[in-house]
């Protein structure tokens, strides 16, 4: 083969294995640690547990005016369970990002980051250790 023909062939199957590389290592998680406890990785909010909801039970039992008040950290159709992280189904047929099988939710009267208004609300809602 000339030289002329290799040069484009390795860099294609280069740019094939860095493309394969990249779905094996999956998407950043949908939270980070903040303080010591979750937050949302887009918007550095708060995030909570439901003590309703059963851990492993692949849904939210949080929905209609729950929902409105505890927002669900949403996931995108595309989003796979990776370790401690995993996606339920909400009633609406939607997707929910879960850690260690619970539901996350924001909380509607945090109004900036580092703000945990609603860790302890009504005895059943929760901040989140990582």
């Not at 109004?111 to 809602?125: E, H, S």
């Amino acid at each position: 083969m000339k030289t002329q023909t290799i040069v484009p062939l390795l860099g294609a199957l280069v740019l094939a294995a860095c493309s394969s590389m990249s779905s094996m290592m999956g998407a950043p998680a949908p939270a980070k640690s903040t303080d010591g406890m979750l937050v949302g990785a887009a918007n550095g909010m708060t995030l909570y547990t439901f003590d309703r909801d059963t851990a492993g039970a692949g849904k939210s039992v949080c929905n209609g005016p729950c929902a409105t008040n505890w927002p669900p950290l949403m996931a995108d159709d595309a989003a796979k369970t990776s370790g401690d992280w995993s996606v339920v189904t909400r009633d609406d047929g939607k997707k929910q990002w879960a850690f260690k099988g619970k539901p996350l939710y924001f909380w509607a009267k945090d109004a900036k980051p580092g703000d945990k208004t609603g860790d302890g609300f009504n005895g059943v809602w929760h901040t989140v250790s990582p």
